[in-house]
């Protein structure tokens, strides 16, 4: 069964900092048109941090598109900074977010946050061997962060009463429950 649609027409509806909003006329298979509302993204990285004692580094900041203030992992948007580099987008955004170095990076995977409008594709990777950055690299604009750190245990009884409902935050949970 044939499920490609085929672009016919793209007109690019607004181009911001963080994103780009696109409209396309597409033929479906059974040669009917529609239509798609596509959000542009140029990538993100997550990260789960651990301290040496195991614990998990969570960040509690208000979010503007849910209106509330989340609990999440560091994480942030890949920019000219990185040269398309995820690695380097990782220390970046630990140092500016924790101020943390880590000593041993891992990909964990990687995956596309909202498939049914958005093209953003997020890495996610585990940061360990924390330890404190020399220069300090300046937050986001108007970026206001309070730190916790979590066991596992913690993490998981969050996930459960809701008080994570960060979908890159509990996938970084899920695999971090799932190591021995």
Known sequence: MDLEEHVENTEEIYDGAILKLERQEVRLPDGKQAFREIVRHSGAVGILALTADNQMILEKQWRAPVAAVTLEIPA?????RDADNVEHAVKRELNEEIRMQPGQLKRITGFYSS????DEYMTLFLATDLQP???ELPRDKGENLELLTVT???AQAMIESGEINDAKTITAIYYWLLQK
């Open 76 to 80: 942030g948007k890949l920019d000219s």
């Open 115 to 118: 498939v049914g409008f958005s």
């Open 133 to 135: 950055v020399q220069t």
């Open 152 to 154: 596992k245990e913690q």
